[in-house]
């Protein structure tokens, strides 16, 4: 499952950092998360940071992106291959 973002956030800027994805965007009114980047922190973390930091709660569960954590964890490899490697 992707989360989401709904119309109560505040546009603190607490979520966008801590996205090791980089998932999460400032969109035209408020924060934003690609659902195509979005693995819930699967790979990375226990829980989303995400939701565990929103001081307003407004990260839920995307129900039109509803994935499994097996997809998640796909996905996570997915963007793992896709990063570029760091110069030494």
């Given at each position: 499952?992707?989360?989401?973002?709904?119309?109560e956030c505040i546009n603190c800027d607490v979520c966008e950092p801590e996205c090791p994805n980089n998932?999460?965007?400032?969109?035209?009114?408020?924060?934003?998360i690609d659902p195509a980047?979005?693995?819930?922190?699967?790979?990375?973390?226990?829980?989303?940071?995400?939701?565990?930091?929103?001081?307003?709660?407004?990260?839920p569960v995307?129900?039109?992106?509803?994935?499994?954590?097996?997809?998640l964890m796909q996905k996570y490899l997915r963007l793992q291959a896709e990063k570029p490697a760091s110069a030494a």
């Open positions: 499952m992707a989360l989401m973002i709904t119309d998932a999460i965007y400032l969109g035209p009114q408020i924060y934003e980047r979005c693995t819930e922190c699967v790979g990375h973390h226990e829980q989303p940071q995400c939701v565990q930091l929103c001081p307003v709660a407004c990260i995307n129900p039109q992106h509803v994935e499994s954590r097996e997809t």
